[in-house]
Structures are given as structure tokens and as C-alpha cells.
């Protein structure tokens, strides 16, 4: 921890705290594995356990980081980190990969045990994990987004459920699971539904992907995505007046 | 080669669209070196000015240069040569006061060697050094207060924007902050200071603005405002208890009464008998004077007499 603490770049910082709290840190650890775990354990549906680990991750990279930057935005904190010479775009990158790097360590202990239960192709595994990475990268952007336009963690729920809903549709969790024409073509460029694929097959079901489709299409669109947020630091930064 | 101006600002403005209030057409320039008093009541545009000035929003028009650099321009730049402490102090609470300080001295770019040594001096000097290691929200409002001079000073920076920096300080702390803001300023930093104290910007500032419904009325020497005062005293009367006191205006020649603390200061032209008739009015609303001294005026009074309005809200 001494390479964290005391920080000397803002990730640092988070990371510092991230492991600062002991107890919050444990809860963060325990809650995914109470969720997926008892999910993947079942004989539920593949495509049910599989949405359920989606969600998940969705729902703890989009509020997470939203939720901690509003915190942040309130305190007056960010604006203070703001107003030193670091370029708002690279706090804002930092922001985001740091919150989906986190987030990723919080689910890798429920992954794993979902491996264990549920043994498959390593490269269907390596293509999950990256999955959920890319998912966690979506949601982390999507977040910080939302934190653009309001300093109110209530209204980060709102907006979030109100973008999430149509994209969860989209990626075929529950229902739309065979697309055509327009919703197919949308299906592309989520995220979510390559790790939604990738988690299907690694609870049984048959392949409709390539591992390579789940590597390199949700890694081009996350990049665009990082981009797009990256741009948003200088507003993201500013006070709220 | 001469040194650049370390602040320069001309015509800034900024009006808020939902109140109509900000600031308007203020100009002027801080030396290096110089302490620069802003003076003004609540919403007088101080808070907006030192926003602008701090580049965390930009000004409806005009121009500003910190340190011969474009701050609307090349705002990164201009801020590695500033020190900031504004509104209230703000850190991350689950952080100890040390790492806090640390990450602000390497975002300002310190290198690790130089950061740690500038801030143990400084930790030591606004004695802090002892709670170093604890956590921020353990902290009282006034060692947070402390931390945030740390924050603003240890990159050493050219230009300090200060917003009331030393409310909320208690008296050893307060004098080891203008101590150190004269050292910081024999040593070439500009100092804006933005304070109600009045006190303290006489004693500091070789340069006093008054700003006044968003509007710089006037700019000089705290020495020149004083004396253009003739005539005008401060009878400052310590009392045993509380009084309503709002029928001593009715004393002629008085101009304002204001309580401070268990003190009534009363605001009077200089005139034979006043000094009485202030004690007798006093008297009369039932206040027992245990200390009564006539002063004179302060840049308080300099501020009445631009605007015909209090520095301070607390007045009869």
C-alpha cells in the first residue's frame, strides 16, 4: 500500500481510498458474491445466471462511479483537484479507468468461483472476464456522463435506469434475445451484449460469437467511449452554479 | 529582464443570469511581492472575482494574465502558479492530512523529495505535524483550515488566492498565518487576500480594492484610506452584558453601532462631548462599561463612507 498512499496522481488516491475502508471493502467483495453466487450454484436458466451477473456489473460500474463523482462534486473536493495544473481530460480518464479497474477487482472473487462452478473453454473464460472488463468500462463512462449534467446522486438513479433500460433491452439479457434488422444491428455496438454471449456460452450454452467478436468489438467501442468522456472532463470539473 | 506583473486583470465581468449579480468591469494589478486586500460584504462579487481568478469559471469579458501568462488562454499553465484556498476547505475526508497535502503538492508537480520536505515544514509550522497521520474527517473545522494554507502554500507558488483565509483560526494560528504571509511575500509571492477582517488586510496589505455590488469603488493604500478619514472615530465600549442598543443611533453624531463579541462599536463624527454623550447613551439602554477605549478609524469605516453601506451585516 505504500505505493499508494500517500498518493501522488489522483488514481492513486482512489485506490488508497479504495483499500482504506476496510469494512466498506469487504461488503464491496461480499455483496457481488451474494448476488452471482447462489444465481450460478442454481440450476436457473444459462441466459438467466448469465443476465443476473450482467446487471451486476452494470449497475455497479454506472452508480459507482456516478454516485462517488456527485458525492465529490458536492463536497467541492473536485473542483479544488480541478483547479491544479493536472488537464481535466486526464483526471476525468483517470476517474474512469480507476472506478472500472475497482470495480473489476470487487466481481473477479464472484467470477472466479462462477469458473470453478461452471468450468468451460479458457478462452471463453478469458472472453467473460474481458467481457465484464468492457462492461465495467461502458457503465464506469456512462456514469461519469450522467455526472455531467447533475450533482444529485438521486438523479444519477434516474438518468441511469433511464439510458440502461433501453441498452440492457438491446443486449438481449431477457428478452430480445434474437434480434433482427435494426435491433441486431444496435446489439453491435453495446457492450454488454458480448459479455452477455461470452457469459452464456461459459454457463453452457451454445456459441453464437467468436471469442475474437467479444475481444475486439467491445475493446474499439470502449475505446470511443473513453474518448467521448475524456472530452467531457473540462465540464465535468467545473463548479456547479 | 523585468518581472512579469503577477496578476493583471482588466475589465472582468461576469454576471449571473439568474440573480443579475457577479462582478463588473473590475481592473487591477497584484506586483510580485505585494499583499492585495479585497474587501467587500457578502455578494459583493469576492467569491465570483476569486472564481474567475482561479480560472474555475471564465468571465463573461475582460482579460486576465497571472504571472505575464493568458489565464483564460493557457489555464494549466496558469494555474501551476497559483495557490488556492477558496470557500471552504474541502479534502478527502478518509484520507490523513499528510496524503492529502502530498497529492496536492505532486499534482502541482513537486517531485517527491521536495514535496515531503516542504510539507513537513510547513505541518510543523501551522502545528499540524502531530496530526499528520490522522484522518481529515477526524479534523476541526480549523486545522482543516490550516490544511488547506498548507495545500495553497507548498508548491510555492507566485500568485496566493486567498478567501478568508484565516476565519475559523484561533489567535496563535491566525498571527502564524500572517507571519507567514509576510515571509511569503518578502520572498516575491503576490497575496490576494479577500477578508472581511478588517484588521487583518490593514495589517497585511500594502493594497486595499473595495468592491461594492459587484464594482471595484476604490483602490489604494490602507494608510491613504485611513487618513482621508478626518474627523471620523470608533468608540469601542466592552460591557458587562448585552443591551439592546439600537437607541444609541438616536446620539447625534453617531453613525453605526455594530457588536462584536461582548464589545459595542460605535461609529461617531469627532466632536467635542461625543466620547460622553456615547457613554450616557449607553448608559441609558442599560449597558454597564467595564472598558472603553476611542480609536481610529479602519478600513471598515473607509468602506461605509465609499458606499454608504456596512462592510459587516451585523449593524443597527
Redesign the interface.
Known amino acids: 500500500m505504500t505505493r499508494f ?6 488514481w492513486k ?1 482512489d485506490v ?2 479504495f483499500f ?2 476496510r469494512f466498506a471493502l469487504l461488503i464491496k467483495v461480499l455483496y457481488p458474491i451474494a448476488l452471482i453466487v447462489p444465481v450460478a450454484a442454481s440450476d436457473i436458466p444459462a441466459q438467466y445466471a448469465a443476465a443476473v451477473i450482467g446487471i451486476v456489473a452494470i449497475m455497479a460500474g454506472t452508480f459507482g462511479a456516478g454516485e462517488s463523482l456527485t458525492s465529490d462534486l458536492n ?3 473536485l ?9 481535466p481530460h486526464r483526471i476525468a480518464f483517470e476517474i474512469m479507468v480507476v472506478n472500472a479497474v475497482l470495480d473489476f477487482v470487487q466481481l473477479l472473487p464472484a467470477l472466479l468461483i462462477v469458473y470453478i462452478l461452471h468450468p468451460a473453454p479458457l478462452v471463453w473464460v478469458l472472453a467473460a472476464t474481458f467481457g465484464v472488463l468492457a462492461t465495467l468500462v461502458t457503465a464506469n463512462c456512462i456514469g461519469i456522463f450522467i455526472a455531467n449534467f447533475t450533482s444529485s446522486p438521486a438523479d444519477v438513479l434516474l438518468y441511469a435506469t433511464a439510458i440502461l433500460a433501453p441498452l440492457i433491452y438491446v443486449s438481449g439479457f431477457f428478452r430480445n434475445t434474437d434480434p433482427t434488422g435494426l435491433l441486431a444491428l444496435l446489439r453491435g455496438f453495446v457492450p454488454f451484449a458480448y459479455m452477455n454471449e461470452a457469459l452464456k456460452v461459459v454457463f453452457g450454452l451454445a456459441a453464437r460469437s467468436t471469442p475474437f467478436e467479444v475481444f475486439v468489438y467491445p475493446a474499439i467501442i470502449c475505446a470511443l467511449f473513453v474518448f467521448g468522456v475524456c472530452l467531457t472532463g473540462p465540464r465535468l470539473l ?2 456547479r ?1 | 529582464m523585468e518581472k512579469a506583473v503577477a496578476l493583471y486583470a482588466k475589465k472582468l465581468t461576469r454576471l449571473y443570469e439568474s440573480s443579475g449579480r457577479g462582478v463588473s468591469d473590475v481592473s487591477f494589478e497584484v506586483q510580485p511581492g505585494e499583499a492585495f486586500g479585497l474587501l467587500g460584504p457578502n455578494g459583493s462579487g469576492k467569491s465570483t472575482l476569486l472564481r474567475i481568478l482561479s480560472t474555475a469559471i471564465a468571465p463573461g469579458s475582460g482579460i486576465f494574465r497571472v504571472g505575464g501568462i493568458d489565464a483564460l488562454k493557457e489555464k494549466q499553465k496558469a494555474r501551476a502558479k497559483m495557490g488556492l484556498m477558496l470557500d471552504r476547505p474541502t479534502h478527502y475526508g478518509d484520507l490523513t492530512g499528510w496524503a492529502n497535502a502530498y497529492l496536492f503538492a505532486r499534482s502541482y508537480g513537486m517531485e517527491e523529495g521536495k514535496a515531503k520536505s516542504a510539507l513537513a515544514g510547513l505541518f510543523d509550522y501551522f502545528g499540524l505535524a502531530e496530526y499528520k497521520d490522522e484522518k481529515v474527517k477526524t479534523y476541526s473545522y480549523g486545522m482543516g483550515k490550516k490544511l488547506a494554507l498548507i495545500e495553497a502554500m507548498a508548491h510555492g507558488p507566485e500568485l496566493l488566492l486567498l478567501d478568508e483565509p484565516s476565519l475559523g483560526l484561533d489567535y496563535t494560528s491566525r498571527l502564524s498565518f500572517q507571519r507567514k504571509i509576510r515571509e511569503l511575500s518578502s520572498a516575491g509571492a503576490a497575496v490576494l487576500l479577500a477578508s472581511n477582517q478588517v484588521d487583518e488586510v490593514e495589517a497585511l496589505c500594502d493594497q486595499v480594492a473595495f468592491l461594492h455590488r459587484g464594482k471595484l469603488v476604490a483602490l489604494g493604500t490602507p494608510e491613504d484610506f485611513i487618513s482621508s478619514l478626518k474627523g471620523v472615530r470608533r468608540i469601542v465600549a466592552r460591557l458587562h452584558n448585552p443591551v439592546e442598543y439600537s437607541a444609541l443611533k438616536e446620539v447625534h453624531g453617531v453613525t453605526r453601532v455594530v457588536p462584536e463579541g461582548r464589545d459595542l462599536v460605535v461609529h461617531c463624527a469627532e466632536r467635542s462631548g461625543i466620547v460622553a454623550d456615547v457613554v450616557a447613551g449607553i448608559g441609558r439602554c442599560g449597558g454597564e462599561i467595564v472598558n472603553l477605549t476611542v480609536e481610529r478609524p479602519n478600513l471598515e469605516d473607509v468602506y461605509l463612507k465609499l458606499t454608504g453601506e456596512a462592510l459587516r451585516d451585523d449593524e443597527v
Not at chain 1, 498512499?5 to 489522483?10: E, G, K, L
Open positions: 498512499n500517500p498518493p501522488d496522481a489522483y488516491k488508497a481510498l482504506s475502508r463536497d467541492g473536493i473542483v479544488r483537484v480541478a483547479l491544479t495544473p493536472l488537464s467545473s463548479p452554479l
